[in-house]
């Protein structure tokens, strides 16, 4: 019999005795929100590692009960000895951002300032966060909703680095209903965040329409979309590893005579790199298209290149491509 079965929520055992097993460097800060998915893996780890465990708490300042949600986590974190950092961010979006990838952005840079912080004392050296199956099979869906290519098929990977920490979700392959299961034969408490209510959001929608739709159709979505997942994130390796190649070949600047030399997907897949890593933008499919076409049509001298491209413009420079971000825009009344 498989362990999932044997009891409720064993799945999440089972995820922390594989993760454990890999050897994760401590001492280890969760990323402790409150709700169900951190509660479990904060629990979890401290009753692994006792005295090796922190716990990181972003306010985002969004809705009311986040004050409510951080007074939660002080009290969880008392009654465990585990020490708790706080750190408050605005993580409001501007016009024309996505509100999830603001709060995700200004989440992670309070991460690097927390483990930059840590330094002079205990230093962080992982950082676990208790995503689990769902959320895999709704960032594929995400994805898949707005037509992006191997980067955004490869979801979320399951370990990363970010400067000197290594990140982790060690509950990757574990159900969500499974999770509570396991919080619920421990009496443990959580908080439920408001907003994952709202159907204003795409993620929230997929979550209460099309995850039980897929669960009575397909029963092993989850493990079906993990692996095709993984299969995206083995391209995206490889496609890495091409651009890499290439873009050491056309040299930074790209030089535009050798950039032409390439096939179209591989110019593609060089440009995304190059604006991605020299530069960090990134162009929609319609910019990349275009910018394509141009470097296609430029086989004179004096053939002119100035296309818009993700936060900046890409123009012609003698025979190399440049790019220079937007000048910021000038609000009236403001002075300057």
């Known amino acids: 019999m498989r362990p999932e079965a044997t009891s ?18 401590l001492p280890l800060a969760v990323a402790f929100s409150g709700g169900a998915d951190s509660t479990a893996l904060l629990l979890a780890c401290a009753t692994r590692w006792p005295g090796q465990v922190r716990a990181w708490h972003v306010h985002h300042g969004l809705q009311s ?17 585990v020490p708790l950092e706080v750190r408050r961010v605005n993580a409001r979006h501007a016009r024309g951002e996505s509100p999830e990838d603001t709060a995700r952005r200004r989440r992670y840079e309070a991460f690097d300032a927390l483990a930059q ?9 992982t950082v676990v966060i208790g995503q689990h199956a769902d ?13 992006t290519g ?46 994952n209510a709202s159907d204003r959001y795409t993620r929230n929608r997929i979550r209460a329409q099309v995850l039980p739709a897929l669960e009575a159709a397909l029963p ?22 091409v651009a890499a190649e290439d873009l050491a070949a056309v040299g930074v600047p790209p030089r535009i005579v050798a950039v032409r030399a390439l096939s179209r997907p591989r110019q593609a897949n060089l440009l995304r790199r190059w604006l991605a890593t020299a530069h960090g933008t990134t162009p929609s499919a319609a910019q ?27 123009s012609r420079a003698g025979e190399r491509l440049h790019w220079m971000p937007l000048a910021p825009a000038v609000r009236v009344g403001d002075g300057t």
């Open 8 to 25: 409720p929520g064993a799945a999440v055992d089972a995820a922390i005795q594989r993760f454990a097993a890999s050897r994760p460097a």
């Open 117 to 125: 912080a840590g330094q002079a004392q205990a230093a962080i050296k």
């Open 288 to 314: 990349l298209g275009e910018l394509l076409d141009q470097l296609a049509a430029c086989t004179t001298r004096g053939h002119r290149l100035a296309l818009r491209v993700g936060a900046g413009t890409v």
């Open 135 to 147: 959320d895999q099979a709704e960032t594929l869906l995400l994805a898949l909703s707005r037509g």
């Open 150 to 195: 191997v980067a955004g098929l490869a979801a979320m990977p399951a370990r990363w680095q970010r400067g000197d920490v290594q990140y982790a979700r060690p509950l990757l392959d574990v159900p969500a209903a499974a999770i509570r299961d396991w919080l619920r034969a421990r009496g443990a408490t959580w908080v439920e965040d408001p907003s």
């Open 65 to 81: 009960a986040a004050d409510d949600f951080e007074r939660h986590c002080m009290a969880l974190c008392q009654r465990l000895g």
């Open 220 to 241: 092993q979505f989850r493990q079906t979309f993990a692996r095709s997942a993984a299969h995206a994130a083995e391209a995206r390796a490889l496609l890495d590893e």
